[in-house]
C-alpha cells in the first residue's frame, strides 16, 4: 500500500494510507544500509510504500521510500557530522518568532531562511506574543519587517494569546503543506492550539507503539488541518545547524545576494575581504541590509569547510 508518514519515534513511524486509515510502521531491517547518510532515512511527509505484516494487524513494513520534492535538512542534535531530515515533500515553511519572552535572534531567523532557500522551501515568518510588545518591540518589529519583506519574505504580527493575525496565518496555511518551527518557548504549541484546537489529538488513538527509550523530542508530527492542508510540527530548537553548506556557495541563499553575484570581480568572491565585491558595494549604497550582512559574515565564519 501507499501511504503518508505522520509521525516519526525513530524506529517507528505513523502511517495514513490513502483510504485515511492509519498504521504503526516500522522499516525493513535490509533498507537501512541502502546509501542513507541521515539520521533519519524516513522523514515525516515521505511518501512510502509498505507491506501489512499480518492480516487483520494494525502495523505494516515500510520496504521503499518514493521520490521526494524537497526536504528540508538540519545538523543532527547528537551528531555533529551528521545530518537530519526535519521533514519531506513541503509546500513552505513558517518560523515562529518572538521578540520578547524569549527574544528570537536574527541569526536563528537567517540561518532558518538559508536552508529554506537551500531545500527550494518558500519561508514565512511569523511574530508571536504581539500583546506582549510595547514601543521598542514594535519598532523593531516594522523594521524586521520592512527588511524581511524588501526580500521576499512575508512576515507576519500574531498573538495566540490575543487570537490576533490568525485569520490572514490560516489563508497561507490553507491547502498546502507547512513545516512550522521555532526556538523553545515562542509560542508554537499555544499557536498551533488557537489554529486548530483540538489538534493535538489527531493520532493519539494509534496503538502498538514501541517506541520506549528514543529520544522523541527531535521528531517532528503531521496532522490535518480542518480547513484544507497540512502542517507539520517540530519540537523548539536551541539552534538550527546548517548541514551540507561550503562557504562558497553561503551566498546564492541570501535571495539580495543572489541578484548581485556575476558582478563581483572573482567568482569564487566570498564578500569579506576581496577587491571589486558587488555585495559589499551594495551593503555601503544601503541596497543590501547591513543586518543581513553582519549575519551573513556570521554564518560564513560558523561554516566548517570539508571537500566538497
Given at each position: 500500500?501507499?501511504?503518508?508518514v ?15 486509515r ?17 539520521t ?8 512510502i ?15 521503499e ?33 518572538t ?11 537567517d540561518?532558518?531562511l ?14 508571536n ?11 523593531k518589529?516594522?523594521q ?92 523548539g530548537?536551541r ?13 546564492h ?33 544601503e ?8 549575519s ?7 561554516i ?5
Amino acid at each position: 500500500m501507499k501511504a503518508l508518514v505522520y509521525k516519526s519515534t525513530g524506529s517507528w513511524y505513523t502511517l495514513k494510507d490513502e483510504s485515511g486509515r492509519f498504521w504503526n510502521g516500522r522499516m525493513k531491517g535490509v533498507m537501512k544500509l541502502d546509501d542513507i547518510t541521515s539520521t533519519n532515512p524516513v522523514a515525516v511527509g515521505d511518501w512510502i510504500q509498505a507491506e501489512i505484516e499480518n492480516e487483520g494487524s494494525s502495523t505494516a513494513t515500510i520496504n521503499e521510500i518514493l521520490d521526494r520534492h524537497n526536504y528540508i535538512n538540519r545538523q543532527s542534535p547528537r551528531h555533529k557530522h551528521q545530518h537530519h531530515i526535519v521533514a519531506a515533500n513541503l509546500d513552505q515553511s513558517l518560523l515562529v518568532a518572538t521578540l520578547k519572552e524569549p527574544k528570537t535572534s536574527q541569526g536563528f531567523i537567517d540561518r532558518f531562511l538559508v536552508a529554506s532557500e537551500m531545500y527550494h522551501v518558500p519561508a514565512i515568518i511569523a511574530f508571536n506574543k504581539s500583546d506582549l510588545y510595547k514601543n521598542k518591540e514594535m519598532d523593531k518589529y516594522e523594521q524586521w519587517k520592512a527588511m524581511y519583506e524588501a526580500i521576499g519574505y512575508k512576515v507576519l504580527l500574531v498573538s495566540a494569546e490575543k487570537e490576533e493575525g490568525l485569520e490572514e496565518l490560516k489563508e497561507l496555511l490553507k491547502d498546502k503543506t507547512t513545516l512550522i518551527s521555532g526556538h523553545s518557548g515562542v509560542g508554537k504549541s499555544s499557536l498551533l492550539n488557537a489554529l486548530f484546537p483540538g489538534m493535538n489529538q489527531k493520532t493519539q488513538d494509534v496503538s502498538g507503539w514501541s517506541g520506549k527509550g528514543q529520544h522523541t523530542t527531535t521528531f517532528a508530527e503531521m496532522f490535518d488541518m480542518p480547513f484544507g492542508g497540512k502542517i507539520i510540527d517540530t519540537p523548539g530548537m536551541r539552534e538550527f545547524g546548517l548541514v551540507d553548506i561550503s562557504k562558497a556557495e553561503l551566498s546564492h541563499y541570501f535571495p539580495e545576494m543572489r541578484d548581485r553575484l556575476n558582478g563581483c570581480q572573482f567568482n569564487n568572491c566570498l564578500h569579506v575581504n576581496e577587491p571589486g565585491c558587488a555585495i559589499k558595494e551594495a551593503v555601503i549604497n544601503e541596497e543590501i541590509h547591513e543586518d543581513r550582512y553582519v549575519s551573513y559574515v556570521g554564518i560564513l565564519d560558523s561554516i566548517e569547510e570539508k571537500n566538497y
